[in-house]
């Protein structure tokens, strides 16, 4: 094992008693499926989907105007509550206000608004072009709601993973029962106490239970699934939603990969990987899990990377306002156990489990086999391994499971035109990390093992939304459309093979029908 700075441990307690909804949530965890609480839970969310259903069948959230009032409530909650926001994920995650403005209050503003600006032209029949035979009638899709959808969050960006969903479901038309992350307990009891003062208390919910619960409550039949999460739970949700064929939407994450090419401004690829590494104290599922890049460019890099560190966080980030703390004590210890298993702690390494902080750490000398390299790590840790050239580099990335992120810094089009087309990857970013995640015009989502579906302005609408395909026709073309019917004669199979051979050509096989 690597050696590891001094470590500064502080071993005081806590004096304060845990707040009621850490209390809650871990009771909640100590029940298994079958106690009484579990069961309360289900009948709990039982009797919402109920009520929610019965809505959605009167056709309350149907209306162009329904959905604009929901949605421009839900930008007024963030606005009067912004503080109450701030405040609780202080509590859960000692996240500055900052970054909780920016990364999660911002983010949902954005998304209701421009689905608000958007809304009538999404809802409209999408018109299809007519063609020789389907001249006399109309070829549209038309998007319709789901029904009832569950939207899972996950705790490393507690609102923003629950209300960016929720806004795609609404602007679809749909009804929503949410579910935040009990790992984020206060910011899931805000919610949960605020959105029925804002949204329709029949259409949309919250439910706070374990995700031990989830398969439960999949089972009870939602019309859609969006979870945020990890792999594990990804995968039980997934297989209970199989039983009752419920469409399901995955984000899951993965170990992102960020090449540093030797033609780029090293300066600004550490002060851009440096911010999207340690934001949030490095809980991201789109943040560079590890950079490969030369040994040479490796000297530069960490040199860079010692001087923005400074620049973001002071001589000791633990004394900074702008640096955060891990969610829980099992993933402080997950995370210190990472470090120390894992190559040499160039920059950082420093903990304090009493406060569960970890600085933010660089290690070098890491291997494909080391423990951090085998798993999404959340926490402000960041591994560098040296490669040979590109095609070591492409060759690594290929040999992980398909990310959420790929990210490449390089002032050469070719290397970056390289990556993107030689790795599979649920988005990319050349010369910037993260932000393509948030861009309400880009979908995003993962591939393979980092999820599947994806999300953000129009394409969380269609994830929220069945396309259906209507043709509406004219009975004035029988004499044509009456070849089809029996009997069947050879002359009338020979006259429709001549017809649609010339169809074919430039409208599609069969059009005679």
Known sequence: MSSLPSLTVNMDTNPNPSPSPSRWFRSLRRTKPGDPCVKSCLTVCEKL????????RMGRTLTESFRRTQLDALVRMLVDHECDFVDALSRD????????????????????????SNLKRWMEPQCIDRTLVTSLDECMVVSEPLGVVLVVGAWCSPVQHCLVPLVGAIAAGNCVIINPSETSPH??????????SYLDN????VILTGSSDLPEMVDLKFDHIFLTGNSALGSKVALSAARTLTPVSLVLGGKNPCYVDQHCDVATAARRIAWARFHNAGQSAVAPDYVLCHADTQMQLLQALRNCLHQFYGPDPRESRCFGRLVSTENFICVRDLIWKSGKVEIGGQVNEAERYIAPTVLTEVVESDPIMQQEVFGPVLPILTVQNLDEAVSIICRQEKPLCVYVYSSNSKVVSRLMRDTSSGSFCANDCILQSLLVMLPFGGVGASGMGSFHGRHSFDTFSHRKSCLLRSTRIECITYLRYPPYEDHNLSLMTWASTLSSRSQGWCQIL
């Open 187 to 196: 910011t899931a009891e805000l919610l949960d106490r605020i959105i029925p």
């Open 202 to 205: 029949e259409c949309y919910h």
């Open 93 to 116: 995650l000692r996240k500055p206000r900052f970054e909780t403005v920016m990364s999660e209050l911002v983010v949902v503003k954005n998304e209701a608004l421009y689905a608000t």
């Open 49 to 56: 989907l109920q009520r929610a259903r019965g809505a959605f």
